[in-house]
């Protein structure tokens, strides 16, 4: 049964620092890997995509990694600012191509 | 563009009453259509999906059910809501169940008291 596990639960930090999000999975048989940003009350919005072909995606400061032999994924956030505190959440297709398995997420707070 | 619509956005419900929660799909044709809920401290659960109209499966038993009466419409209901009901729904859509993103409505917030 696939397993999504992200650390830290809860990150702080100072405005402009770079900073890195983990995601680590249990089975590495993934179609793909999903990238979210969730404010407090709200849906979830898409930040990027990984195909189980790729190792990486960008999207302006943010940089997705992915290594699926060794069940790993990295979000890279660049010169983080006020505006990016969130919870983010990393999401894996399931086997059977159905469903997203999420993890827990890590909520982020970056102070001015 | 393409662009998912969720009502209501909070909902407070006594014990037992029935439940319907409505998610549309516009700008596209044939999405595939879910529903997860989120509870508190813990992760996203996928309750539904579909992958065409009356087409539908289950991923965990419980008090809910789903149709889609019309291609971009996607419904919850609920007969008699149960206070393990109370949590965060969203709907979501894909293109394809394989390789594409998952796009996100805003959520209902379900309380049943």
């Known amino acids: 049964k696939q397993e999504v596990t992200q650390i830290p639960a809860a990150l702080s930090v100072p405005e402009g620092e770079n900073l890195v999000l983990n995601c680590s999975f249990t089975?590495?048989?993934?179609?793909?890997l999903q990238w979210f940003r969730q404010d407090p009350g709200k849906g979830l919005t898409s930040l990027l995509l990984i195909q189980s072909s790729q190792r990486e995606q960008t999207s302006g400061r943010l940089n997705a990694s992915l290594d699926k032999s060794s069940g790993r994924s990295t979000l890279y956030i660049a010169a983080s600012q006020p505006g990016d505190s969130a919870t983010y959440l990393c999401?894996?297709?399931?086997?059977?191509?159905?469903?997203?398995?999420f993890g827990k997420g890590t909520t982020l707070s970056v102070s001015s | 563009s393409q662009t998912i619509h969720q009502w209501p956005a909070t909902l407070v419900q006594p014990v037992g009453s029935p439940l319907s929660l409505e998610c549309t799909v516009e700008g596209t044709s044939n999405p595939n259509l879910y529903w997860y809920r989120q509870a508190a401290g813990r992760g996203l659960q996928l309750l539904f999906y579909s992958v065409g109209i009356g087409q539908i499966s289950s991923e965990v038993p419980q008090n809910l059910s789903a149709s889609r009466p019309q291609d971009r419409q996607f419904i919850l209901s609920s007969k008699k809501l149960l206070l393990s009901d109370s949590g965060f729904y969203l709907c979501?859509?894909?293109?394809?169940?394989?390789?594409?993103?998952?796009?996100f409505g805003q959520g209902t917030r379900l309380t049943v008291v």
């Open positions: 999401a894996v297709l399931n086997q059977a191509g159905t469903a997203l398995i």
């Open positions: 979501a859509w894909s293109r394809d169940l394989v390789a594409a993103e998952a796009f």
């Open positions: 089975d590495s048989a993934i179609y793909n």
